[in-house]
């Protein structure tokens, strides 16, 4: 399996900006369609955005459309989120996971076979 690594969370004001980055190895990141995930305390974790394996089409989750934007590069095997105009709602761990189901988008954290370790976005009001 392919293994990710999350970074670029930290804590920013409501309005702001972060990228976070996913960094892959072990099997060849065009593999697999590419998803991002986020849990906040005492709730489930739930779909943020998935980008598929050539890194043409996207889609986002309703709370995010127009605010994060989603990439890839499987030349470096790295997929990335920018977050623009960040809200405290969007305060959460942040996760990158790797699909191999072959049908496009999929947005249940169950259809995604590896994940990373998580990266802490704080926004403050």
């Known amino acids: 399996q392919v293994q990710l690594v999350e970074s670029g969370g930290g804590l920013v004001q409501a309005g702001g900006s972060l990228k976070l980055s996913c960094a892959a190895s072990?099997?060849?990141?065009?593999?697999?369609?590419m998803g991002w995930f986020r849990q906040a305390p005492e709730k489930e974790r739930e779909f943020v955005a998935t980008i598929n394996r050539g890194g043409g089409s996207t889609y986002y989750a309703d709370s995010v459309k127009g605010r994060f934007t989603v990439s890839r590069s499987n030349v470096q095997n790295m997929v990335y989120l920018l977050m623009n105009n960040l809200e405290p709602e969007d305060t959460a761990v942040y996760y990158c996971a790797a699909s191999t189901v072959v049908n496009w988008p999929r947005r249940l954290p169950y259809e995604y076979s590896s994940w990373g370790q998580g990266t802490q976005v704080t926004v403050s009001s």
């Open positions: 072990g099997r060849t990141l065009s593999m697999y369609h």
